[in-house]
């Protein structure tokens, strides 16, 4: 069955650390989609990133870098030099190819709080 | 700027009223969906439709209903509210059905919901 794993329920650092949020998924499905969202506390999630099973580059845009390893199946979501404006929640989901429902997979989400 | 409005971010209602939530859309999107947002669950969708007229469900359906007579337009409505529907409601909306759980997910800033 799928599944998506925040197992960080909440995370506190101090700005201008480094913070890595974790991600662990499973699916039986060879093709599928990874995706993060952020959720601020203004309450509208925003689309981060898609990652395709097929594509095992990790990306980095700006302070924000994803490590995608189908090895260990995580797709974890680094913030470099964080800030306060990064605090939210972050959610982890994933989708495969072969649901007919079309439906995302949901993780619990992670409360990133940077404190200034 | 794409825009997915909901029409109230808090209601306060009483246990056995009827609730509608209404969500507009403004990028022609084919597909809306409606979502709950625990703490601890992440994101579970309630419904999801793809055109006008129609519509699917997703993983907590029960107590629910959904109207789509527009396509900028999908109203989630409860019969009869209970305690339990207390909650984070979330509209979001996709460009094509084909891409549903593929593509990026435009949300609302949400409805919080209590019911008393």
């Known amino acids: 069955a799928q599944k998506v794993t925040q197992a960080q329920t909440e995370i506190s650092v101090v700005e201008k650390e480094d913070v890595t949020l974790d991600c662990v998924y499973e699916?039986?499905?060879?093709?599928?989609?990874l995706f993060w969202y952020k959720q601020p506390p203004s309450g509208e999630l925003v689309f981060l990133i898609r990652r395709n099973s097929f594509d095992e580059q990790n990306e980095i845009s700006g302070r924000y870098s994803w490590n995608f390893q189908k090895s260990t199946s995580s797709f974890n979501f680094t913030i470099t030099a964080s800030q306060v404006v990064d605090s939210a929640v972050y959610f982890c989901a994933l989708s495969e190819a072969g649901d007919s429902n079309y439906q995302l997979i949901w993780g619990a989400g992670t409360k990133l709080i940077i404190k200034p | 700027d794409v825009k997915v409005t909901q029409s109230s971010r808090y209601l306060v209602k009483r246990t056995g009223e009827k609730v509608f939530l209404e969500c507009v859309q403004d990028?022609?999107?084919?597909?809306m969906f409606w979502y709950r947002q625990d703490p601890g669950l992440g994101l579970r969708l309630i419904y999801f439709?793809?055109?006008?007229?129609?519509?699917e469900k997703g993983d907590i359906p029960e107590g629910y209903s959904v109207s789509r007579e527009k396509k900028e337009r999908f109203s989630l409505i409860l019969e009869s509210a209970s305690t339990n529907q207390t909650s984070m409601y979330l509209c979001?909306?996709?460009?094509?059905?084909?891409?549903?759980?593929?593509?990026?997910?435009?949300f609302g800033e949400g409805s919080r919901l209590t019911v008393l």
């Open positions: 979001a909306s996709s460009t094509h059905r084909q891409t549903a759980n593929t593509g990026e997910l435009f």
């Open positions: 699916t039986r499905d060879t093709t599928y989609y």
């Open positions: 439709s793809y055109d006008v007229k129609m519509k």
């Open positions: 990028m022609d999107h084919e597909n």
